[in-house]
């Protein structure tokens, strides 16, 4: 399934080109679609508008039998389709881990570094489990259950047989911190390590303290790129901050970001390399676990 969010987005920036070679503001694009002010930015911004009122935006903005009319149609109804996450048995998952999975679906690669704590592509049922207890007992509301339940079903993102190519860079505290008891950290390792060297669509690289990283720029806060098979959906970038994640829709930014990232995998152990620290890990929580 192509990522409904990752389309609306593509939808709103054509709109907004559309509108700016047209010469209009959004004021008037409209008052011509006899449409207020807001339902245009919540087109442009990408926010899940009736396929009506794009229709409308669309015959202000392009003649009749403009072939491009037909191609944004398509891209609309493509952006109102309702993945999995919708479903009431994932209601659970929380809003924000459901627009992750949105962004997720579909896409050709995702790239993510994290400084911390293992992506949750990668967690065990236990690991995320754990995770979000710690959070429930320092003030967090949301469905535990639920929010599991999302995590587990949004890696068939990478496990399937289609899977998305999935690369991710690790700080090493990642694997080497207890941020779980030591035997839920000994299995979330040895997942890691079954999923880093069986899964050719999986590639997992640990970035050693002494990396060289060429300029020097460490990413403040983890991120994670998103590339879809159709050339003309933007690649999109999500920042991870405490309580939400950063959407980055800009293309030049997110080149500045996929520029990022190859300058931290290239100086990054091998994935054989990165492979035996994760093993190493492991077997030192052998006595503990």
Known sequence: MISPLARRLRLGNAIRELRDQAGLTGVELGRRAGLDRTAVSKVENGERRPLDTILKLLDVLLAEGDERYRGLQRVARDGLAKGWWTGPEFAGMGERQAKTADIESGARTIREYQNSLLPGLLQTEAYARHRGQ????????????????????????????????YDV??????????????????????????????????????LPVDARLGRGYVPRSPFSLYAYPDAED??????????????????REAQRYAQLFDQLRDAALSTEESADLIQKAAGALAAEA
């Open 134 to 165: 710690v959070a429930l007992d320092d003030g967090a509301d949301f469905d535990l259950n639920g929010t599991v339940a999302g995590r587990l079903r949004r890696q068939q993102q990478i496990s399937g047989p289609d899977g998305s190519v």
């Open 234 to 251: 933007l690649t999109l970038v999500a920042v991870d901050t405490v309580t939400a994640d950063l959407l980055v829709t800009d293309t």
């Open 169 to 206: 860079v690790l700080e090493p505290q990642a694997i080497e911190r207890l941020p779980v008891p030591p035997g839920v950290m000994r299995e979330q390792l040895l997942h890691l390590l079954d999923l880093a060297t069986t899964r050719e669509n999986i590639s997992v690289r640990v």
